[in-house]
C-alpha cells in the first residue's frame, strides 16, 4: 500500500485537495455537503471528467488534443438536429455521432502518427475546420430542444443517483482498467516517456497514438451529446470551455503535460477540484473573474508540487 | 611549476561513483594525454575542469591559485576551453556565429559585425592552417568531422591557456587527424596546456609529453612518456590480465543456419550484405567505424529500412520494423547502441523495462497478470543477477551495468533467438563486462545466434567464433579461428582502401 | 589502437554551394508566400481596386492586432517555448485601457506605459516560473492566462468602456499615403533585423535550436526565458492597446481569439514548432493569410462561416508542406 502511495503520491495529493476544498467551502456555505448539492457538483464535474478522460489518454501518450471544443459542441448541435426533439431517432443518431467524434479522432490520430504534425497544430486545424462547418450547418441559428431521453441519461436519476454519475463511474472503471489492468496502458506509459525505446522495444507506437485521438474524439462527442440534455438545448460555443478544464483536470490530476505519467483517477479529482471551485466562489461572494484567478493558482501550484516531486526524485537518484 | 594541480577530486552521480579521490597535474607548455577505459571517470574529469559539472569533493589549482568554476563562462574567464565531441555547438547558427558564439564583435546598435566577425573568423583559420570551412554555412548542413572541426576553432577562438581536446580526433578522416596532432603541438609550442585524450595510442606516442592514467575513477598512474611501455600502460588502464575478462571460447556453433542475409542494403550506407549467422554461434562485426555496422543492425532489427532478402531458420522472413522482429520464436531481438535513448525507460521501474517487449506473454485478451509478470521479472532478475533494491526502482536510478542487464533481460524474455548486440559492454563496469561475455558464450551453448559488434576490437577478437569485417557498406572478410586477430580485422577493413 | 582506425563516413564534404538544401530549408516560407501571392490574385480578380495602396492599409490594420501578437508568439516560438498567457494579457490590457484612458493625452501615454510594463513583468514572470520551477511553458501559460483572463474579467466583467475618440483614430493617421498601421508593420521588420542580429537574439535562437549546447556555451537559460517570454507579454500588451483603436472599448475575453492563431500565423509562415528556425516575416505573411481569408469568403459570396474552415485547411496544407521538406531535407543529409 505504501508503495503504491509512493508511486502515486500526485494522485493522492489531488484527492487531499479536494476534500480539503470541500471541508473549506462547507465552512463558508453550510449547506455545500448537502446532498442534493454535492449530486450537482458531481454532475457538473462529470461532464469536465468525462471530456477529460480522452484528453487524459492523449497527454499520457505524450499529445494534446485541441480538437475537444468543437468536437465535443458539433456533436450536440448534429444530434439536436438530427432528432428534432424525438427519443426515437437516437437509437441511431448516438451511434453514428460517436463514430463520428471517433472518426475525427482518427484523422487527428493519422496526422499526429503517420504525417508527423505536431498534436498542437493538428487537433488545432481540426477544430477550427470543425467549427466552421457547424457554423455554415446551422447559420448561427439555435437549435430544436433535445430528446427527453438524452435528459434522462444527464439530469436524471436512479434510486436517488444522478444517472450521469453512474455512467462517470463506469468510465472512470473503464479507463482504470484500461491504464492500469490493460497492455493498451503499459504500451501507452511506454508511448509517453519515450517514443523510440517504446518503438525499439516493439511496441505498436502508430497505433496506440491513433487509438488515443480516438478515444478523445468519442468521450467529446459523447459528453457533447450528455451537455445537450443538460442545457435542454445544443448552442454555439458550449465546448469552449472544455478545452480549458480538460487540460487543467489532468494536469491537476497530476500527470505530466510532457506524458509518460499520470492516470484518470487523478484527472476525476481533477474534474471534481475545478467543480468545487466553481461552487465555493458564490459562496465566498466573489466573481467568476476571481474563478479563472483561482484556476490558474491551483494549475500553477499544483504543476509547481509534480516539478519539486520530479527533482525529488532527481536529488534521490543523485545521491542513490 | 605546474599550471594545473588537482588533489583528492571526487563525484558521483547517484549510486555510480565517477570519481573518486583522483589527482592530477600538468604544466604549461606540454601535451598530456588522459588515458582510460570507458567509465574511468576521463570525461567527468574534464566535464569538472571546463566547467560543464561541479565536483563533490576535492581541490583544484590553477596557477597556485584555488579553482572552482561554476560554470563554462568561469572556466573561460580563467583561461580554460575544452573541446567536445560536438556537444556545444547549435544545429541553426552558421559555422561563424557558432565559433564566436556570446562573444560576437557588436557594434554601436549592440548588433553583431558581420564583417568583422568573418574577418577574425578567417584570420583564426588561416592563423591555424585549418581545413577548408565555409564560414556563412549552417552548422547542420555539416558532415561529423566538420563539426568537430568547428567544435575545435570554437575552443581555439578563445585563445585558452589550457585546451582540452576530448577524442577530438575519433570523427576525422585520416589528413584532418594529421592536422590536428601537429596543431595539438603548435599550442604547446605555443606555451599552452593540451589535455588530450585519446583511445589511440598511436596518436598518444606521437604528441604527449606526459600522460595520466585513470581505472574506475582513480588516477592509478602518472609518467613520463618516453618512460613507459604501451604493455605497461594498456595493464594499468585495465587493471588485470585481460585473458581472465573473457570467458573460454568453446565451439557451439551448429550447422544449422539462423539468419541467413542476401543483398541486404540501405541507402549509401549498407550495399549488399551477405552471411549465415549459425545456430549456437557468436558472429563478430567488426571493420572501421562508420563502415555500415550500425545500419546492419538496425535493418535487421527493421528499424532503418533496407531491401535484400532475410531467412530466419530457413523460412523466408520480412521485417518492416521492431514489432515485427520482435515477435515470436523466430525473432530478433536487439541490444541497441543507445542504452538510455533507445534501450530504456529511465523514470519507469525496472519490471515495466523488462516486460515491455513481452506484454503478450503475461497478458489474456489485451489485459494483464500481475502474477504472471511478477515470476517472469523475479525469474529474469535471478537469472541476470541484476542489483536493484526491488523490482518497482526506477531503471535510471540503476548503474550503467545494471541497466544494460535490464535491456538484456528485456531481450532475453522474447522468444527471439536470434540476438543482436551492438556494442553491448560501453560504458559498463569491468565485472558486468565479463558477466555479458559469460552470459553471450551461455546463451550460444543453449542454441542462440549472436550477431555481436563492439567498438573495442579485442573484445571481437576474444569472443566472437567468426568475425565479419565491413568496408564501404560489405562484408570485406570473414575471419575464422586463428586468423581472428587485430591485426588481420584491420588489415581486412583497410586493404584496397585506395582503391575504393 | 591505431592511428588508422578511422570512421570514413566522416568524409570532409565537397566544394560549392548547397542551393538545393537551402531552398529546401526556405520552402516552408516560400509555401506561405506562394499561399498569400494565390489569396491575393483570386482576391484581386474578384474584386477591384486589391491592388492598391488604400487596400494595404486596411488589410495591415485589419491584421495588425493579430500581428503583434504574432511577433511575440515568434520570439517564444523561435526559444522552442509556446505562450498561451498573450490571451489574458489582450483581454488585460484593452479593458485597462478601456477603463482608464482619458481624453488627457499625459494620462493616456502613463497608462500605456503601465500596461507595456504589466505585459513585460507578466511575461517575464512567465520566463522566471519556467525556468525556476522547471516547468512546462504549456501549462505555465494556460495557467497565467486563467489568471490574467480573470484579473480583466474583475475589471471589466462584460464588453465595454471606451477610449477617447483621438486615440481611436490612431489606425487611420496617415503619413506619406501610408497609415499608421503599415508604418508599425516597417517598424516590426526593423526590430526584427536589429533584434534578430543582436546577442539576445542569437541566444534565445540558440537555445531553442539545442538548449543543451546553448547551456554548455554558457549562455544562462534563465535569462533566456525571462527575455523570451518578457517580450512576448510586451508585444501582448502592445496589440492589446493596438486592438482598443480598433474597437474602441474594452473586452474582457477579446484575447482568447488571438492565442491559437498566433501561433498558425508562425507556423503558416514557416517557424518552427520546435524552435531554434524561423522568420518574422513568415509569421506576418501568415497573419495576412489568415486575415485575408476572411476578405476572400466576403468577396466569394460565401457564408462568412468558411472562414474557419479555410484556415484550418490552409494551416494543415502548410504543415504538411514543411513537414515533407523536412523529410526531403534530412534524406539529403543521411
Not at chain 1, 483561482?294 to 537518484?317: D, K, N, Q
Request: aromatic residues 6%; contains cysteine.
Amino acid at each position: 500500500m505504501s508503495a503504491f502511495l509512493a508511486r502515486n503520491r500526485l494522485i493522492v495529493l489531488a484527492y487531499a485537495g479536494m476534500v480539503v476544498l470541500l471541508l473549506v467551502t462547507a465552512l463558508f456555505s453550510p449547506g455545500f455537503l448537502s446532498v442534493s448539492n454535492m449530486r450537482s457538483t458531481v454532475v457538473l464535474a462529470a461532464f469536465v471528467g468525462i471530456v477529460a478522460l480522452g484528453q487524459t489518454l492523449v497527454i499520457i501518450g505524450g499529445g494534446i488534443d485541441l480538437s475537444v471544443p468543437w468536437v465535443l459542441n458539433s456533436a450536440a448541435i448534429v444530434m439536436a438536429l438530427l432528432c428534432g426533439g424525438q427519443d426515437m431517432p437516437l437509437l441511431w443518431v448516438m451511434p453514428l455521432l460517436l463514430a463520428g467524434g471517433g472518426l475525427i479522432g482518427l484523422v487527428n490520430g493519422i496526422g499526429v502518427a503517420h504525417f508527423g504534425v505536431p498534436p498542437i497544430i493538428m487537433t488545432l486545424a481540426t477544430n477550427v475546420i470543425l467549427q466552421g462547418l457547424i457554423l455554415v450547418l446551422t447559420g448561427g441559428s439555435p437549435t430544436p430542444s433535445a430528446p427527453a431521453l438524452i435528459q434522462f441519461l444527464s439530469v436524471g436519476r436512479i434510486a436517488g443517483f444522478p444517472v450521469i454519475a453512474l455512467i462517470w463511474i463506469a468510465l472512470t472503471a473503464a479507463a482504470t482498467l484500461l491504464l492500469s489492468k490493460a497492455a493498451f496502458g503499459r504500451h501507452l506509459y511506454a508511448l509517453g516517456t519515450s517514443a523510440t525505446v517504446a518503438e525499439f522495444s516493439g511496441v505498436p507506437t502508430a497505433r496506440t497514438t491513433i487509438l488515443t485521438y480516438v478515444i478523445s474524439g468519442l468521450t467529446a462527442a459523447f459528453a457533447g451529446m450528455l451537455l445537450t440534455g443538460y442545457s435542454g438545448q445544443a448552442y454555439l460555443g458550449m465546448g469552449d470551455a472544455y478545452l480549458f478544464t480538460s487540460i487543467a483536470a489532468v494536469a491537476i490530476g497530476g500527470a505530466s503535460i510532457l506524458g509518460g505519467s499520470g492516470h484518470y483517477l487523478g484527472t476525476v479529482a481533477g474534474a471534481m477540484v475545478l467543480t468545487i471551485l466553481t461552487g465555493l466562489l458564490p459562496a465566498l461572494n466573489l466573481s467568476s473573474g476571481a474563478l479563472l484567478v483561482v484556476y490558474g493558482a491551483v494549475i500553477l501550484i499544483t504543476v509547481s508540487i509534480g516539478s519539486e516531486t520530479f527533482a525529488g526524485l532527481g536529488t534521490r537518484m543523485r545521491r542513490g | 611549476m605546474d599550471l594545473v594541480t588537482v588533489t583528492g577530486l571526487s563525484k558521483r552521480y547517484g549510486g555510480i561513483v565517477a570519481l573518486s579521490d583522483a589527482t592530477f597535474s600538468a604544466r604549461a607548455g606540454e601535451v598530456h594525454a588522459l588515458l582510460g577505459e570507458n567509465g574511468a571517470g576521463k570525461s567527468t574529469f574534464i566535464q569538472i575542469l571546463s566547467g560543464a559539472v561541479q565536483h563533490d569533493a576535492g581541490a583544484i589549482m590553477v596557477d597556485g591559485r584555488d579553482y572552482r568554476p561554476a560554470n563554462p563562462d568561469g572556466a573561460q574567464a580563467r583561461g580554460i576551453a575544452a573541446v567536445f565531441q560536438e556537444l556545444s555547438l547549435i544545429p541553426d547558427l552558421t559555422v561563424e556565429q557558432n565559433i564566436w558564439f556570446r562573444r560576437e564583435p557588436l557594434t554601436p546598435l549592440r548588433t553583431v559585425r558581420r564583417a568583422e566577425l568573418r574577418r577574425r573568423t578567417l584570420a583564426l583559420l588561416e592563423k591555424y592552417d585549418f581545413p577548408p570551412l565555409r564560414p556563412d554555412q549552417e552548422l547542420r548542413r555539416l558532415t561529423l568531422a566538420e563539426r568537430q572541426i568547428v567544435e575545435i576553432a570554437k575552443g581555439l577562438a578563445k585563445e585558452p591557456r589550457i585546451l582540452i581536446l576530448d577524442e577530438a580526433t575519433s570523427a576525422l578522416p585520416a589528413r584532418e587527424a594529421e592536422w590536428l596532432l601537429k596543431l595539438t603541438r603548435q599550442l604547446a609550442a605555443e606555451g599552452r596546456l593540451v589535455i588530450f585524450i585519446s583511445h589511440r595510442m598511436a596518436e598518444v606516442r606521437a604528441i604527449a609529453d606526459r600522460l595520466t592514467i585513470f581505472r574506475n575513477g582513480r588516477t592509478v598512474a602518472a609518467h613520463e612518456a618516453g618512460a613507459v611501455s604501451d604493455e605497461e600502460i594498456v595493464t594499468q588502464m585495465i587493471g588485470r590480465h585481460l585473458d581472465r575478462l573473457y570467458p573460454e571460447r568453446v565451439a557451439t556453433a551448429t550447422d544449422r543456419i539462423a539468419l541467413k542475409v542476401t543483398g541486404l542494403s540501405s541507402g549509401s550506407r549498407l550495399s549488399g550484405v551477405d552471411f549465415a549467422l549459425r545456430e549456437g554461434e557468436v558472429l563478430g562485426v567488426g571493420g572501421l567505424q562508420g563502415h555500415g555496422q550500425r545500419e546492419l543492425f538496425q535493418a535487421l532489427f527493421g528499424a532503418t529500412r533496407a531491401s535484400g532478402r532475410l531467412e530466419l531458420w530457413g523460412k523466408p522472413a520480412s521485417i518492416g520494423n521492431p514489432r515485427q522482429a520482435l515477435t515470436g520464436r523466430d525473432g530478433i531481438a536487439l541490444v541497441p547502441e543507445d542504452r538510455r535513448g533507445q534501450g530504456l525507460l529511465l523514470t519507469k521501474s525496472v519490471r515495466e523495462n523488462l516486460t515491455l517487449s513481452v506484454i503478450g506473454r503475461f497478458s489474456r485478451r489485451g489485459f494483464l497478470s500481475r502474477q504472471k509478470e511478477a515470476e517472469l521479472v523475479r525469474e529474469m532478475v535471478g537469472f541476470l543477477r541484476i542489483k536493484a533494491d526491488t523490482p518497482e526502482q526506477a531503471a535510471g536510478t540503476l548503474s550503467g551495468g545494471n541497466q544494460q542487464k535490464v535491456i538484456f533481460g528485456k531481450m532475453l524474455l522474447t522468444e527471439a533467438r536470434v540476438l543482436l548486440l551492438y556494442d553491448p559492454t560501453r560504458g559498463v563496469d569491468v565485472g558486468t563486462k565479463g558477466e555479458i561475455f559469460q552470459l553471450m558464450r551461455d546463451l550460444a551453448a543453449k542454441g542462440y545466434a549472436i550477431l555481436f559488434h563492439s567498438s573495442d576490437m579485442p573484445e571481437l577478437v576474444h569472443v566472437a567464433d567468426r568475425v565479419l569485417v565491413m568496408r564501404n557498406g560489405r562484408v570485406a572478410a570473414t575471419l575464422e579461428g586463428e586468423r581472428i586477430s587485430e591485426a588481420e580485422i584491420l588489415r581486412a577493413a583497410m586493404l584496397q582502401r585506395e582503391a575504393a | 589502437m591505431s592511428i588508422a582506425e578511422r570512421p570514413v563516413e566522416d568524409k570532409m564534404s565537397k566544394p560549392g554551394s548547397d542551393w538545393r538544401g537551402r531552398l529546401l530549408d526556405r520552402a516552408p516560407f516560400l509555401v506561405a508566400c506562394l499561399m498569400l501571392a494565390l489569396i491575393v490574385g483570386i482576391y484581386g480578380s474578384l474584386q477591384s481596386g486589391v491592388f492598391s495602396l488604400d487596400e494595404l492599409n486596411l488589410d495591415t490594420a485589419a491584421a495588425m492586432t493579430l500581428m503583434l501578437a504574432a511577433t511575440g508568439q515568434t520570439i517564444v516560438l523561435l526559444r522552442g517555448g509556446i505562450d498561451l498567457s498573450i490571451g489574458g494579457m489582450i483581454s488585460l490590457g484593452t479593458v485597462i485601457a478601456a477603463t482608464r484612458f482619458t481624453d488627457d493625452p499625459a494620462t493616456v501615454a502613463l497608462w500605456v506605459l503601465v500596461i507595456l510594463g504589466l505585459g513585460l513583468v507578466i511575461g517575464a514572470l512567465n520566463g522566471l516560473l519556467i525556468s525556476l520551477l522547471k516547468l512546462q511553458p504549456f501549462l505555465v501559460t494556460l495557467a497565467t492566462w486563467s489568471i490574467l483572463n480573470g484579473a480583466a474579467m474583475m475589471i471589466l466583467p462584460t464588453d465595454g468602456g471606451s477610449v477617447p475618440g483621438w486615440w481611436v483614430g490612431f489606425a487611420s493617421a496617415q503619413l506619406l499615403g501610408l497609415t499608421s498601421p503599415v508604418w508599425m508593420l516597417l517598424a516590426l521588420l526593423v526590430f526584427w533585423a536589429w533584434f534578430r542580429a543582436t546577442r539576445v537574439g542569437i541566444a534565445i535562437q540558440a537555445t531553442g535550436s539545442n538548449e543543451k549546447s546553448a547551456f554548455l556555451s554558457g549562455v544562462s537559460i534563465t535569462r533566456v526565458n525571462v527575455v523570451t517570454y518578457g517580450l512576448s507579454g510586451l508585444f501582448a500588451a502592445g496589440a492589446a492597446l493596438y486592438l482598443t483603436t480598433q474597437t474602441g472599448a474594452g473586452s474582457p475575453t477579446i484575447g482568447k481569439d488571438y492565442i491559437l492563431p498566433s501561433v498558425a500565423a508562425a507556423v503558416i509562415g514557416g517557424v518552427s514548432l520546435f524552435g531554434g528556425r524561423g522568420h518574422l516575416a513568415g509569421t506576418l505573411i501568415g497573419a495576412f493569410v489568415l486575415t485575408l481569408i476572411g476578405n476572400l469568403v466576403f468577396v466569394m459570396h460565401v457564408s462568412s462561416y468558411w472562414q474557419p474552415v479555410a484556415s484550418g485547411v490552409i494551416l494543415l496544407l502548410s504543415v504538411l508542406a514543411s513537414s515533407v521538406a523536412e523529410k526531403a531535407a534530412r534524406g539529403r543529409v543521411q
